[in-house]
C-alpha cells in the first residue's frame, strides 16, 4: 500500500499545499490524491524508469520538485565507519552521506515557502555518540513534494546545502609544554572536539576576475541560481553529486581531526560537492 501526506502552510495571500510524494528505489512515484505517475519525474530519477510502471496522465495544476542524492562516502572515512559501526563491506559500500536541502519556492502572487528536503543514511553516527542527541538528523525522510502550478520560481535558499558530519572531529593546537627538568618545546595536541553536526557547505571564494582564492565544498559554477518561470506539469530536479570527506590530521589515532591553523583542511570539511538543477 502506497501512503501520501498532504500538508498546507497559511502564508500572506492564501493557504499554500504541498503534497509529498513516496518513492520507490528512485524508480517511480505515486500521486497520492492526484491519481497519477508523472512519467517527467519518473524519468528525471533514473532514465528509461517509466518503462517499468504503467502510467497515467500528468496530474493537472502542479509542479513536482525533488531532490536526488548522488553522494558518496569518502574511502577513508567509509573505513573509519565501518570498524566504528562495524559494518560488512558490503554495508560500507552503500552508505550515502545525509544531505540537506532548503528550498524556496516564489509563487507568482508574490508570497513563497520554504520546503526542507533530508535524505541519505539516517543511522550514519559515531556510535561514541548517541544519535538521539541530533534530533534535526532523522526529523524528516521528505526527498520530493508537489506544489500548486502558479510558480514563479525555485531557489536553494544561500547557505542551505548541508552535509551531516558523522565523527567527532579533533581540534589540533600547537601547545607548548614543559618538560620536567627540561627545556619548554613545543607540539601538537588534541584541545577540542567538534561533534557531529550539519555542516553549510560553502561555495568558493573568488577575487573579482573570478579566479578561485580559496577553495571550499562548492565551485562558483556548481550551485545553481534561481530557476525563474516554472511551467505547469513541469519536473524540478536537484541533483547533488559528490564525496563526503573529512581531514585525519593525527595520523597516531587514526581519526578524523584537523590543525587549528590548517585553513585549508577547514574549509574543505565535508567533501566536495556539484549542486544540478533540470527542469522538465
Not at 524508480?27 to 505517475?37: D, E, H, Q, S, Y
Not at 509563487?107 to 539516517?122: A, C, H, L, M, N
Not at 567538534?194 to 573570478?210: N, S, Y
Amino acid at each position: 500500500m502506497v501512503s501520501c501526506c498532504l500538508t498546507s502552510s497559511h502564508k500572506p495571500g492564501g493557504w499554500r499545499r504541498t503534497w509529498s510524494l513516496v518513492a520507490f528505489g528512485g524508480l517511480g512515484v505515486l500521486l497520492c490524491g492526484c491519481t497519477a505517475f508523472n512519467p517527467a519525474f519518473v524519468n528525471l530519477l533514473e532514465p528509461g524508469g517509466s518503462t517499468s510502471f504503467a502510467t497515467l496522465p500528468n496530474a493537472p495544476g502542479h509542479v513536482v520538485i525533488a531532490i536526488v542524492n548522488n553522494t558518496e562516502v569518502d574511502e577513508q572515512l567509509a573505513t573509519y565507519l565501518g570498524r566504528q559501526l562495524n559494518l560488512s563491506v558490503l554495508e560500507i559500500s552503500k552508505l550515502r552521506p545525509r544531505v540537506r536541502i532548503r528550498v524556496l519556492i516564489t509563487y507568482v502572487d508574490g508570497t513563497s515557502q520554504t520546503v526542507e528536503f533530508i535524505d541519505g543514511s539516517p543511522k550514519l553516527v559515531d556510535p561514541a555518540f548517541n544519535a538521539q542527541a541530533f534530533p534535526d538528523l532523522n526529523q524528516n525522510d521528505l526527498n520530493n513534494v508537489v506544489v500548486l502550478c502558479d510558480v514563479a520560481s525555485v531557489q536553494i535558499l544561500p547557505g542551505g546545502i548541508e552535509v551531516f558530519i558523522p565523527v567527532p572531529l579533533a581540534v589540533y593546537s600547537l601547545v607548548q609544554v614543559q618538560a620536567p627538568g627540561g627545556e619548554p618545546f613545543v607540539q601538537y595536541l588534541a584541545t577540542a572536539t567538534l561533534p557531529p553536526i550539519f555542516r553549510k557547505l560553502q561555495v568558493d571564494e573568488v577575487d573579482g576576475d573570478g579566479n578561485v582564492i580559496a577553495q571550499r565544498n562548492i565551485g562558483v559554477r556548481d550551485s545553481p541560481g534561481p530557476i525563474p518561470n516554472v511551467l505547469c506539469g513541469s519536473v524540478v530536479g536537484i541533483t547533488i553529486d559528490g564525496v563526503l570527506a573529512v581531514p585525519f590530521f593525527s595520523q597516531e589515532s587514526d581519526a578524523p581531526s584537523y590543525f587549528i591553523q590548517d585553513i585549508t583542511s577547514l574549509s574543505r570539511i565535508g567533501g566536495r560537492y556539484e549542486v544540478t538543477v533540470r527542469v522538465r
